[in-house]
């Protein structure tokens, strides 16, 4: 059950909580990532420069940007005017920090989760590095709004439900499959697309926090690879149904509802134009490359999550085939 009071979303669960006596140490590739996390810890209050003066304000990827020629507030037969460009510049940029803050939080919450619910010694451990690392991702992108933008944007409805069902969830893979494929892989991409959002403080920002999320989403290929071979049928058809609703509402999230809302346009028409618009529907496929390819080396990219992604407009045309193979088919 979930509750929500405008300063909380309270999410009640029953969670199995799972110790081990298995304590060797057999030199595994996640015990590697564990060993690199502690080394790589930074500090968000010394290491950023906080006094770099917020930049230009561009869109968090020039795609957009040059898109944005056509989005609905355009005047018949001209060009859009600049303060409209600027305008969405400045809200599509809060909105995606904003996003990235709340998504951080949930990483921060769901991967404490993860210490107590996972069975083996080693992801415990990698967890609850990685719960340190998700702290400092709060901190960073929670001063950059409050201290440099004096804005931000609730989170988003769709991340909102994802998190309500990964802090309900039992299944300690479903919450890796949710968190540290979908979530995180998504992030990663759009932290990779927007290392230069033409501020140098938000790029040191974000830099940093992505070398993180690299090892954060290897160590959940990690954990789950070889769990599903071992999976009856029934059991990876509800990891199907689980991933094709999270990355439907994932996907939903880049049709810019909240900012076409705040820049007072058409917002039936902003949604629709960030649906088909080629140039946004090449950028969403761009985000899920990371997804898909976890999916794949988890074994779970099976024909009914490939034709979802297919329909979806999520998967770039030839992108199996430039990887050198076809869509796993199981059994
Ligand atoms: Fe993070
Ligand atoms: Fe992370």
């Given at each position: 059950m979930a509750a929500e009071d405008g300063r909380h979303l309270v999410v009640d669960s029953s969670v199995r909580s799972c110790l081990t006596?298995?304590?060797?140490?057999?030199?595994s590739r996640l015990r590697g990532l564990y060993e690199k996390n502690k080394d790589s810890q930074w500090n968000a209050s010394t290491q950023i420069?906080?006094?770099l003066p917020v930049g230009e304000v561009r869109s968090p990827d020039s795609r957009i940007n040059s898109a944005?020629?056509?989005?609905?507030?355009?005047m018949e037969g001209s060009p859009v005017p600049d303060h409209m460009l600027a305008r969405f510049r400045h809200e599509y940029r809060t909105w995606m920090i904003s996003q990235f803050l709340h998504g951080e939080q949930g990483a921060l919450v769901t991967t404490a989760r993860l210490v107590e619910i996972v069975p083996e010694l080693d992801a415990k451990l990698y967890a609850a590095s990685q719960v340190a690392d998700e702290a400092r991702h709060v901190e960073a992108y929670a001063r950059y709004l409050d201290e440099k933008l004096g804005a931000s944007y609730p989170i988003n409805h769709g991340l909102r439900q994802l998190l309500t069902e990964l802090l309900s969830e039992s299944r300690w893979d479903v919450v890796y499959l949710g968190m540290q494929v979908v979530v995180e892989g998504l992030a990663l991409a759009a932290f990779r697309i927007s290392?230069?959002?033409?501020?140098p403080l938000i790029d040191q920002i974000t830099r940093a926090i992505a070398r993180d999320e690299a090892r954060h989403v290897s160590s959940g290929a990690l954990v789950l690879?070889?769990?599903?071979?071992?999976?009856t049928e029934r059991e990876i058809a509800d990891r199907e149904e689980f991933l094709i609703e999270s990355m439907h509402l994932m996907s939903e999230r880049f049709l810019l509802r909240e900012v076409w809302e705040a820049m007072d346009v058409d917002v039936e028409a902003g949604i629709r134009y960030a649906r088909t618009n080629e140039t946004v529907v090449a950028y969403r496929q761009l985000l899920f490359i990371k997804v898909i390819q976890i999916l794949r080396q988890v074994g779970l990219l099976t024909p009914r999550i490939y034709g979802y992604l297919d329909s979806a407009r999520?998967?770039?045309?030839?992108l199996l085939r430039d990887a050198g193979g076809s869509p796993r088919v199981r059994g």
């Open positions: 006596w298995n304590y060797a140490d057999d030199g420069d906080w006094d944005v020629g056509s989005v609905p507030f355009r290392n230069d959002m033409g501020d690879s070889g769990l599903y071979d071992a999976m999520l998967i770039r045309p030839g």
